[in-house]
């Protein structure tokens, strides 16, 4: 993870833990595998061997998905 990276998910963290901002559309749509499970500890691509849905380009197309 590099640090720019790793600097957007720490500000998300905290906005959402202080309610100080929230997500613009335009956020949401540059979210990566990497940053929503950084954020949200989970990606809907773990379900894609039910749902055949990749969420992200970066997303891992065989599991494990917790990386
Ligand atoms: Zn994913």
Redesign the pocket.
Known sequence: MNKQTATYIAYWLNANETGTDQMSWGDIANLT?ET?LGIYGY?T?EQQEETGY???DD?PTEGP?HQ
């Open positions: 595998h929503q990606c691509c990749r969420p992200y997303c998905y």
